[in-house]
Every structure is written in structure tokens, then in C-alpha cells.
């Protein structure tokens, strides 16, 4: 198993003042709700319905079709960091307390690995292509760690309770902030943020074993500048990274190319994600930053590529 600090770091680092261009679409502000961290907006395209977290207030949001003004809340018990479609129904939620499927009204039987310390939360993740969920775990209280990366899959019916087991495997050590796990389009790719190392990691990955190969930097970016956050591969296979810090989401080619970038007018920026096909429409999450009436801001920007189909967990 790899430890991910274990990897050595280029030298040279991108500066992303450089990657901004001044005519750089703008996202827009989206109605008035505001969370305290936001993550993750991703297609439910069994409603069409887009559904993104907000962590620190323990809540799920589904705006369905897309649009904030029909936004349905649902409240857990502890941080929730991830809500992703579940090929049985409802969501599979990766929570503070442990892994589990929300129908819509009950939270399900929670699964929560013997070896994540208790001062530990999951934090961000996705599902490959056969439906096996990746998620990382972080601290609590938001600082670096020696994080964890988690292969969940979904197993044989539990014969003690409802709904199926869940299989919980450690495939990578020593993250710091793991953030921004997706594959390109091929499946061949896995892609790995590190916030605290600054760095975007690929990895070759068996699409048909949903096992992955020795990571590499791919992008690295200025320890002085803002942090890589949550990422989206597009349907040309090319890679959004948020900036927290930086106010921006930047677009990069499968060969680390720069190519341009979305201007987001708070600075903590999170996560992108696509709407529905053929919608143009992209959808960024951000987090609060005292005296910033846009910080927390869930906001709308029309782009020029759709998102690759989100395969449900467990749907392989």
C-alpha cells in the first residue's frame, strides 16, 4: 500500500495568478442560501436533480432540476461530506459517523472502518465506472492528517439488519487532505488531490480490478498560493480544479496543459460540477469566510463542455 507523502514533489510549482485570464467567465450567485461548506455538486440524473453537502451544517441539498429555488433540505446527525446516487435507491452518504444510504427519509445502518482514528471524518470521493466508491478521510477539525483513502464496494445482504453490507477496503495512506478523487473518461486515470501537499496525483487505474497503480504529481501548485480542492473531469476528459483561496476553478488538459479558467467572486472555492446534459450549465460550491456576504455561495456558470454520466455506487 502506498504512502502517499512517500512520493517526491517537483521542484517547480504552477503559480496560478498566471492561469486566470482577466476575461475569464464569471459564476454567478444562485439565491440566497449560504453554507458553511459546501462540497461536491453532483448530477443525480435519475430526477436530473443536482445534489451537493453542506458539511459543518450536516445537511444534504437536492435542487431539483437544477434550480435553487427548489431546493429540498435533509439534516443528519453528524458532518456529511459527500452524497452520491445509489444504484438501490436514494443516496449513499459518506458522514463523520460512518458510510451510509439515505432513502430519502431514514439514514440506513452505518459502516465506519476499525482503523479510521475517532478524531476522523471522511471527506471527499466519487465513484469509478463499475460503481465502486473512493473516498478519503481527513481530522475533524479540518486541519492536515495522515489520512486515509477508502475502495468501497457494496456487499451481501446483511442478514442483522436492512439494506447491504458494505465492504470497506484501505487502498493509500499518508494524505494529508484528501480531496478530488475521479477518473478520465477511459477509466484508466484516477485522479488524487492532496489540499495540504498543494498537489493534484494521477494514477494508473484497472477500470475491470477497480485497483490502481503508483501515483504520481500531475499538478502542483505554489505552497505560498492557494490549495487544490475538489475536482470534475469533463467529458473531454479534461480536469476542473477549484482553487480554495484563489477564487477561481481552473481547467486543465489530460497532459497538464492550462486551458483558461472560471472567476468566482469568493475567494474559498470548493468544487465543480456539471448539470444536466447538454444544459451548459456548471455549478460551483464554496465555503464561509467571516465578512464575506458570498462566501458559502453555491453559484452557476454556462460552460462550453458537458460532464462525464455519474455512475450510481454500486451499479456495476
Given at each position: ?9 517537483p ?46 451544517a ?39 459517523d ?14 465506519r472502518?476499525a ?16 460503481g ?10 479540518g ?18 439488519g436492512?439494506?447491504d ?11 494529508g ?9 477511459d ?28 501515483p504520481?504529481?500531475f ?16 467529458a ?16 486543465f ?37 467571516d ?26
Amino acid at each position: 500500500m502506498t504512502h502517499l507523502r512517500s512520493v517526491p514533489l517537483p521542484d517547480r510549482r504552477l503559480d496560478v495568478r498566471d492561469l486566470v485570464p482577466q476575461d475569464a467567465p464569471e459564476a454567478v450567485v444562485l439565491g440566497e442560501v449560504r453554507a458553511r461548506l459546501g462540497e461536491r455538486p453532483v448530477l443525480d440524473d435519475r430526477d436530473g436533480s443536482v445534489v451537493w453537502v453542506d458539511i459543518d451544517a450536516c445537511s444534504v441539498h437536492r435542487w431539483a432540476g437544477g434550480d435553487h429555488a427548489r431546493d429540498e433540505v435533509v439534516s443528519v446527525p453528524s458532518p456529511v461530506s459527500l452524497a452520491w446516487p445509489a444504484a438501490g435507491g436514494g443516496l449513499l452518504l459518506a458522514t463523520a459517523d460512518g458510510l451510509g444510504v439515505h432513502d430519502g427519509t431514514t439514514l440506513g445502518p452505518l459502516t465506519r472502518p476499525a482503523d479510521m482514528p475517532a478524531g476522523y471524518r471522511f471527506n471527499d470521493g466519487g465513484c469509478d465506472g463499475a460503481g465502486r466508491l473512493w473516498v478519503a478521510t481527513m481530522p475533524r477539525d479540518g486541519s492536515a492528517g495522515d489520512g486515509t483513502v477508502y475502495r468501497v464496494v457494496a456487499g451481501a445482504v446483511d442478514a442483522d439488519g436492512p439494506g447491504d453490507a458494505l465492504e470497506v477496503t484501505p487502498v493509500l495512506t499518508g494524505v494529508g487532505v484528501g480531496n478530488g478523487l475521479q477518473w478520465s473518461p477511459d477509466g484508466a486515470t484516477l485522479y488524487l488531490t492532496d489540499t495540504d501537499a498543494r498537489t493534484v496525483y494521477r494514477l494508473p487505474y484497472d477500470p475491470t480490478t477497480g485497483t490502481a497503480g503508483d501515483p504520481e504529481p500531475f499538478l502542483s501548485f505554489d505552497p505560498a498560493g492557494p490549495q487544490p480542492d475538489g475536482t470534475t473531469v469533463d467529458a473531454d476528459g479534461c480536469l476542473w480544479v477549484a482553487l480554495y483561496g484563489g477564487g477561481a476553478v481552473l481547467r486543465f488538459a489530460p497532459d497538464g496543459s492550462p486551458l483558461g479558467a472560471v472567476r468566482v467572486p469568493t475567494p474559498r472555492v470548493t468544487c465543480l460540477g456539471f448539470g444536466a446534459p447538454g444544459s451548459g450549465r456548471a455549478y460551483v460550491t464554496t465555503a464561509h469566510e467571516d465578512g464575506d456576504p458570498l462566501s458559502g455561495a453555491v453559484l452557476g456558470v454556462d460552460v462550453p463542455v458537458g460532464g462525464l454520466p455519474v455512475r450510481a455506487f454500486g451499479a456495476g
